[in-house]
């Protein structure tokens, strides 16, 4: 099964909204609820920062969400802040076995 | 606290085998279903395989490029995972991180072990 397509780099100024997408197939993201996002800085462990399409992790901040609509599910990262720079991947069930995307670089302007 | 503890990388070559390990600690292992995911050089994250707690049938599945030369398991006594590759390939090298698992998605992390497999 193919990865997950996502752009391989998105950008956006402090304190605006940017929107990361991440396309699938009817057997990925577009039949399970179980989408799920990561951020991972440079050098660093991936961390779970959207689960279930929607839900955040405690400690998270409300300014990342989560969405999904057809094969394709959106991460929004609001009130971009400098600490917001680092690589964002998508993952999704697929019935005994998980896909990820191929990352997006978030770069702060 | 949890933790999440890999070990056992290191440099192979091509066609040898190598064992990892991850040591747990700040939850309920035996209860808790594991994974394995993988990210190789600058690029993206690879779920590689994931095993179920032994209560619910201690069923491991595996991504397909990995599916009969790499096996998990675990030793719910020792609060350990582990990751068993054989016929490693040049294309195995990465960095392997050991997760918890739980509908999809990965909510622990370790800090990752490097894999490298080189002549």
């Known amino acids: 099964q193919s990865a997950l397509t996502q752009p391989p780099s998105a950008s956006g100024s402090p304190g605006q909204s940017v929107t990361i997408s991440c396309t699938g197939t009817s057997s990925d993201i577009g039949f399970y609820n179980y989408v799920s996002w990561y951020q991972q800085h440079p050098g660093k462990a991936p961390k779970l920062i959207i689960y279930e399409v929607t839900k955040r992790p405690s400690g998270v901040p409300d300014r990342f969400s989560g969405s999904k609509s057809g094969n394709t599910a959106s991460l929004t990262v609001s009130g971009l802040q400098a600490e917001d720079e680092a690589d964002y991947h998508c993952s999704s069930y697929a019935g005994r076995k998980i896909i990820f995307g191929g990352g997006t670089k978030l770069t702060v302007l | ?119």
């Open chain 2, 1 to 119: 606290e949890v933790q999440l503890v890999e070990s056992g990388g290191g440099l192979v070559k091509p066609g040898g085998s190598l064992r990892l390990s991850c040591g747990a600690s700040g939850f309920s292992f035996s209860n808790a279903w594991m994974s394995w995911v993988r990210q190789a050089p600058g690029k993206g994250l690879e779920w590689v395989g994931r095993i179920w707690s032994k209560s619910d049938g201690g069923i491991a599945d595996y991504a397909a490029p990995v599916k009969g030369t790499f096996t998990i398991s675990r030793d719910d006594s020792k609060n350990t995972l582990y990751l068993q590759m054989n016929s490693l390939k040049i294309e195995d090298t990465a960095v392997y991180y050991c997760t918890t698992y739980l509908n999809g998605y990965s909510e622990y992390w370790g800090q990752g072990t490097l894999v490298t497999v080189s002549p």
